[in-house]
T-cell receptor, first 111, second 114 residues
Framework: SQQGEEDPQALSIQEGENATMNCSYKTSINNLQWYRQNSGRGLVHLILIRSNEREKHSGRLRVTLDTSKKSSSLLITASRAADTASYFC???????????FGTGTRLKVLA | DTGVSQNPRHKITKRGQNVTFRCDPISEHNRLYWYRQTLGQGPEFLTYFQNEAQLEKSRLLSDRFSAERPKGSFSTLEIQRTEQGDSAMYLCASSRPRFTDTQYFGPGTRLTVL
């Protein structure tokens, strides 16, 4: 079963624009991570935010976490064609070792 | 290249055959995960090892699936009597939680069951 639901399912923007994607989850979490997956390839870790954090930055990435709404957002600023990929959130919860991934947002950045 | 390797990269088999996949994690990583991913979906958790101990197993993992991690190093995932519904990408990931919860994923093994 998928804990997270990303929104939108697909997003198409022009190079240089910002891209925002959202993740909602169902149960309390320890941390939430965002991953990128290029077509047909493995996943690459982007950023981790812990349940007691509200915002984190890494380069052109900004992640926010709202535990009261059980949601997170990933903002990619000044997008590039190379950012074209699927983006997934993954959550870990207390009492389990597993990570639950969302359904993903497919981002297409047009040059 | 994350440092996690998986073999084979592709496997085509006939229904009813057994298949085995191998994952070599980053050497100092004591946690190892197996996931399954189908087209258009996110990875689904299958099982988790800490060193050689299999600590959690998804209900998705039927009796036909078994995983091992002898000596806490590489891991194997075996599927017996494959079915067409087993066709998917099988992903392995490793982590070293004492330092970070980041999982490093391998490139995956794509299984096609005919």
């Amino acid at each position: 079963s998928q804990q997270g639901e990303e929104d939108p399912q697909a997003l198409s923007i022009q190079e240089g624009e910002n891209a925002t994607m959202n993740c909602s989850y169902k149960t309390s979490i320890n941390n939430l991570q965002w991953y990128r997956q290029n077509s047909g390839r493995g996943l690459v870790h982007l950023i981790l935010i812990r349940s007691n954090e509200r915002e984190k930055h890494s380069g052109r990435l900004r992640v926010t976490l709202d535990t009261s709404k059980k949601s997170s957002s990933l903002l990619i600023t000044a997008s590039r064609a190379a950012d074209t990929a699927s983006y997934f959130c993954a959550t870990s919860t207390s009492g389990t070792y597993k990570y639950i991934f969302g359904t993903g947002t497919r981002l297409k950045v047009l040059a | 290249d994350t440092g996690v390797s998986q073999n084979p990269r592709h496997k085509i088999t006939k229904r009813g055959q057994n298949v085995t996949f191998r994952c070599d994690p980053i050497s100092e990583h004591n946690r190892l995960y197996w996931y399954r991913q189908t087209l258009g979906q996110g990875p689904e958790f299958l099982t988790y090892f800490q060193n050689e101990a299999q600590l959690e197993k998804s209900r998705l993992l039927s009796d036909r699936f078994s995983a091992e991690r002898p000596k806490g190093s590489f891991s194997t995932l075996e599927i017996q009597r494959t079915e067409q519904g087993d066709s998917a990408m099988y992903l392995c990931a490793s982590s070293r939680p004492r330092f970070t919860d980041t999982q490093y994923f391998g490139p995956g093994t794509r299984l096609t069951v005919l």
